[in-house]
């Protein structure tokens, strides 16, 4: 089955980490290894896709709807599913994590506050109608 799965939760919701344990099979897209901006991201799926690609993760916050739209738009051009994994997660056990990591690529401790305000005043809570699956993980989600 091709598929593309759009992540989506703060900083230290356990994103990559769900990537890790659960959808290792998948190619990963992640702004942390680069591209870094939104536009790049979306070019980078594209090129998977056009090399046949069958399934792929968005691993980034992705908190506005327009964005996840784009994604899906692309998966649908290549009859992909596209699922949505939502991380609801509370922002102090996000912060917690993010505090307790010592080798993040892009976020540290110190700009923790700033980017976590902005995802949460940001967040267009993902629906059912955006996609075929949509799936809420709390912060007790254990991945298998």
Do not use: W
């Amino acid at each position: 089955m091709k598929e593309v799965v759009i992540l989506v939760g703060m900083q230290g919701a356990g994103k990559t980490h769900y990537c890790r344990a659960v959808l290792a099979d998948y190619t990963r897209v992640s702004q942390d290894e680069g591209p870094r901006r939104f536009p790049g991201v979306l070019r980078h799926m594209r090129e998977l896709l056009e090399r046949g690609t069958k399934r792929i993760v968005i691993d980034r916050t992705n908190p506005l709807r327009r964005q996840r739209e784009a994604f899906a738009r692309l998966a649908r051009e290549f009859d992909c599913r596209v699922r949505i994994i939502h991380f609801d997660v509370p922002r102090d056990v996000c912060e917690a994590r993010i505090l307790s990591r010592t080798d993040h690529p892009t976020l540290g401790p110190d700009r923790m506050r700033e980017a976590i305000d902005r995802y949460v005043h940001g967040l267009d809570v993902p629906a059912e109608d955006e996609c075929e699956e949509l799936v809420v993980l709390g912060a007790d989600h254990k991945p298998a």
